[in-house]
């Protein structure tokens, strides 16, 4: 059982640490509160489910597919629908919102609410102490730390990590040094919503794939955002794990009370707002600058 836990924690707070990141990512630079961030994430895992069973392609090129179109969705969607209205936090909260449902009716549209699956990278098992390890787990782990790895590179040892990170930290200072926080906030979008979609892809052969399937994820990234920190990736890195595993003690502990998941982790987030009120990493509340 301790294994099973180390497992299912594991996966579920690698999916929840990629989404809360990409969230927290344009929210600490350009504070856009993207509710459609997970309805990217089931336009990829769909996305490889055209390309593997409607195209009968490899799900390699599924996987590239959904990260190329999404991404190229997301800035899309920005451009049109959010930027012009970034200054106002709550359209942009409405927008959102309206966006990730459109997403999710053209998706009922296009492939019906039926649970589909796709297949698996790479096949097999291996078993410790009688538990199953599928290699596909193993697979998908590796993928989310290789591309955490490669997002703090982006963040820490690039130019337009520094853009980045000066925009978050303060607009207006970064404008007077010469960085385009327009410019800026769109990358940080795509590099968003390029998370989302590598989220969709490394989790769809992991999972059943339905329309409805951004709403749980949304519930547990904004829990995550919130308890790391608002804005903080550091924060979302330790949340994301710190949720993943609570679901996972009370899936396995308590199987009869699995539906009760959500609201231990949630409730969690509450118990620690309620001593630290800006979250784990996060730090007290400004006025607006």
Request: charged share 10%; glycine share 10%; hydrophobic share 60%.
């Amino acid at each position: 059982m301790i294994l099973d836990i180390i497992i299912s924690g594991l996966i579920s707070g690698s999916v929840y640490a990629l989404l809360a990141i990409g969230f927290s990512l344009i929210f600490g630079v350009a504070r856009i509160v993207n509710i459609a961030h997970t309805a990217f994430y089931m336009l990829a895992a769909y996305c490889i489910f055209f390309v593997t069973q409607k195209a009968g392609l490899h799900p390699l090129l599924g996987m590239l597919a959904a990260f190329v179109i999404v991404t190229l969705l997301g800035l899309l969607a920005y451009k049109l629908f959010i930027d012009p209205i970034r200054e106002h936090e709550g359209a942009v909260l409405i927008g959102t919102i309206a966006l990730a449902i459109a997403m999710q009716e053209v998706m009922l549209l296009l492939f019906s609410g039926d649970y589909v699956s796709v297949p698996s990278l790479i096949k097999g098992y291996f078993a410790i102490s009688g538990v199953k390890v599928f290699y596909q787990q193993l697979l998908t782990f590796g993928m989310v730390l290789v591309v955490l790895f490669a997002l703090w590179v982006l963040l820490m040892k690039t130019r337009l990590g520094l853009a980045i990170r000066s925009t978050a930290e303060d607009r207006e200072v970064a404008n007077l040094m010469g960085m385009n926080d327009s410019r800026v906030a769109m990358t940080a979008m795509g590099v968003s919503v390029g998370l989302a979609a590598i989220t969709g892809a490394v989790i769809a052969p992991l999972t059943i794939l339905t329309p409805f399937m951004w709403m749980h994820p949304l519930i547990m990234m904004m829990a995550v955002v919130v308890l790391g920190g608002m804005g903080s990736i550091k924060g979302s890195f330790a949340g994301a794990y710190i949720l993943g595993f609570a679901e996972a003690l009370v899936v396995f502990l308590i199987p009869k009370g699995a539906f009760l998941k959500g609201s231990v982790a949630l409730s969690i987030m509450i118990l620690v707002l309620l001593i630290r009120p800006e979250g784990l990493f996060g730090i007290a509340f400004e006025e607006e600058r």
